[in-house]
């Protein structure tokens, strides 16, 4: 590792180590064994499912998800243009489209109210919508009280990307569980990782089978190779799932530490005229990524502004996602939009929040930020 101070990078240590090397003393080494299926077992339990299947990414897992509920070729699928192009690619691999729908200007999630329209426009113009998949962003679950009755009353399902939530909970009820089916992401930067991964979550027993058959190349059971229709390479290895049970016994502390960070964001930013916390009332967030936005015209100086400063001391930063309907990909897709994904593009910028920071790193970004306010606002709190 370099002395550049990451937004979120791996939390291990100790733990982490003895798993996976009482996982290779085991010779379990590979895409099958114990700590696989344990690991799918403890999600699922977390989660409060009744299963759930280990897969290699969470694209995997949503490409899979969406193939569960039933997306076929040529369906409208409905995704949050404030999204990781993931969410819009999976629905590409499957030969539907994506078509894109805005973000409360609140939170980053999907603007339910929207969606609504939305779902009326594509259904009066004779479109099958095959699925609606909103996106847990930053940490927060989307605003499914509201969402699910507006799919249900539109019999469409939902795959919920809980790619960025997991330890979430939306009124005491986990991230992953409110659609038919849900994906987490285990990715290097995530609130926990297995260095890649993925994982469908769900109650619907024979969607994860049938999720399970295909991320293992289709194979039938039997003893030589056969297979009936393509399937996919999308297995977690053994180790990397041992890797994964370590870091989800250590989940609660993780974000525990994230928590922290954001409410101290949230001291020193609250003076700060035209500054606020994206999803700051969210207290069930996993607080996976902190962002701020900042409107200029209030504040005297940009996001980028802050993010160039900090650049220079070696600390980093980042936009928000860049709206899918602004990607070169998707720029002729369909979208409804009301420009609060642009906005939070234009003003928005996540700040260091993993879980591993040192508290020297801490007072790193923490000072750099305080020196930046002192000069272009005079007025610091701390």
Known sequence: MTDRVHLSHPDVGP??????????????????GPDLDAFENEVAARVGTRGAVAVSSGTAALHLALLGVGVQPGDAVVVPT???????????YTGARPVFVDCDARTGNIDVPLLT???HRLRARGERVGAVVPVDMFGSCADYPALLPVCGDAGVPVVEDAAEALGATDHGRPAGSFGQVGALSFNGNKIMTTSSGGMLVSDDLPLLARARHLASQAREPVTHYEHRETGYN???????????????ARLDGMIGRRRLLRDRYAKLFASVPGVELVGAEDVESNCWLTVIRVRSER????????????????IETRPVWKPMHR?????????????????????????????????????????????????????VSG
């Open 299 to 314: 504040s005297g100086w940009r996001a980028a502004d802050l993010a160039a400063h900090l650049a220079a001391q070696n």
């Open 234 to 248: 999308y297995r977690l290895s053994n180790l990397l799932a041992a890797l994964g049970r370590a870091q989800l």
């Open 15 to 32: 733990l982490e180590e003895s798993y996976l090397v009482a996982a290779l003393r085991s010779g379990w080494v590979a895409p099958v």
């Open 82 to 92: 404030l999204t990781f192009v993931a969410t819009a690619n999976a629905v590409r």
């Open 327 to 379: 990607q070169p990909a998707y720029a002729d897709f369909e979208s409804l939009l009301t420009g609060a994904a642009d906005d939070l593009f234009a003003e928005g910028l996540t700040l260091p929040s993993g879980s591993g920071l040192t508290e020297q790193q801490i007072a790193a970004v923490f000072g750099a930020i305080e020196g930046f306010l002192a000069v272009r606002t005079g007025a």
């Open 117 to 119: 329209e939305l779902l």
